[in-house]
């Protein structure tokens, strides 16, 4: 297939909306970047909460780019990204089981990835993944890997072994993050969230995960240890403050 035939979607970004984290950009840059980029499907997956600002979602199909509800929940220690949720779903969850509950209700019309899976940092489930791999549809690829570490090949080979597939998404918590590393789909009759789960679960999927350089890992390790932790005080130091 041709390029122009692909849709280019990133599916666990975070944006300064999120509770837990301390972000500089909005979901309204983001969106500017995203069709800069020329990608059409988003999902904002906030730390334990839903994405539901109705002006972001009007603002995205004004520019041709499917915002779908998400979050990214941590249940028993380990990170969820739940796709089209509603916030009154998630208020309950608090483990594995009640994700598998809601999974069951819902059926195909809700979407789970197990994020970051092998990584020591971040609510990764490891490798209790595949005591409940009941729980997920499909496994990512972190954009943060390079030649001598790489805790995705254990994520590929969880994949392959039990016929999940995997998305690779940018996990962006800074907005010059987001575009480098990304599933895409086949093109759509109609952009739709069905759609696009559809095409999830019945592939093929392309992924653009390419090895972060020295830079980008010494940048990363940078903000994770140094740039976000200040932030978030900061932030907090301001809240108590009524600031």
Same mark, same amino acid.
């Given at each position: 297939?041709?390029?122009?035939?692909?849709?280019?979607?990133?599916?666990?970004?975070? @944006? !300064? *909306? =999120?509770?837990?984290?301390?972000?500089?950009?909005?979901?309204?840059? +983001?969106?500017?970047? #995203?069709?800069?980029?020329?990608?059409?499907?988003?999902?904002?997956?906030?730390?334990?909460?839903?994405?539901?600002?109705?002006?972001?979602?009007?603002?995205?199909?004004?520019?041709?780019?499917?915002?779908?509800?998400?979050?990214?929940?941590?249940?028993?220690?380990?990170?969820?990204?739940?796709?089209?949720?509603?916030?009154?779903?998630?208020?309950?969850?608090? @483990? !594995? *089981? =009640?994700?598998?509950?809601?999974?069951?209700?819902?059926?195909?019309? +809700?979407?789970?990835? #197990?994020?970051?899976?092998?990584?020591?940092?971040?609510?990764?489930?490891?490798?209790?993944?595949?005591?409940?791999?009941?729980?997920?549809?499909?496994?990512?690829?972190?954009?943060?890997?390079?030649?001598?570490?790489?805790?995705?090949?254990?994520?590929?080979?969880?994949?392959?072994?039990?016929?999940?597939?995997?998305?690779?998404?940018?996990?962006?918590?800074?907005?010059?993050?987001?575009?480098?590393?990304?599933?895409?789909?086949?093109?759509?009759?109609?952009?739709?969230?069905?759609?696009?789960?559809?095409?999830?679960?019945?592939?093929?999927?392309?992924?653009?995960?390419?090895?972060?350089?020295?830079?980008?890992?010494?940048?990363?390790?940078?903000?994770?240890?140094?740039?976000?932790p200040w932030r978030r005080r900061k932030r907090e130091?301001?809240?108590?403050?009524?600031?």
């Open positions: 297939m041709a390029d122009e035939d692909w849709i280019k979607l990133d599916l666990h970004i975070h @944006t !300064l *909306d =999120d509770p837990k984290d301390a972000l500089d950009y909005s979901a309204h840059e +983001l969106l500017e970047r #995203a069709r800069t980029l020329g990608f059409r499907v988003l999902a904002i997956t906030l730390h334990d909460a839903v994405f539901d600002r109705e002006e972001v979602f009007a603002d995205a199909a004004s520019m041709g780019i499917l915002l779908i509800p998400a979050a990214e929940m941590r249940l028993e220690g380990a990170d969820v990204i739940l796709l089209n949720v509603a916030p009154d779903e998630i208020e309950s969850l608090r @483990t !594995l *089981d =009640d994700l598998a509950a809601l999974r069951a209700r819902r059926g195909p019309s +809700l979407f789970t990835i #197990a994020p970051h899976p092998f990584y020591v940092l971040g609510g990764s489930i490891g490798e209790k993944l595949v005591e409940r791999i009941d729980c997920f549809d499909a496994i990512e690829l972190c954009h943060f890997w390079g030649r001598f570490f790489n805790p995705n090949r254990r994520a590929v080979e969880i994949a392959e072994r039990f016929g999940k597939p995997l998305i690779a998404t940018s996990d962006a918590h800074r907005l010059h993050a987001f575009g480098s590393n990304y599933a895409s789909i086949p093109g759509l009759a109609e952009l739709t969230v069905e759609n696009v789960i559809g095409a999830l679960r019945s592939g093929p999927l392309r992924l653009t995960n390419p090895p972060c350089s020295f830079i980008d890992l010494m940048s990363t390790i940078y903000f994770v240890f140094v740039a976000h130091w301001r809240i108590e403050n009524g600031g």
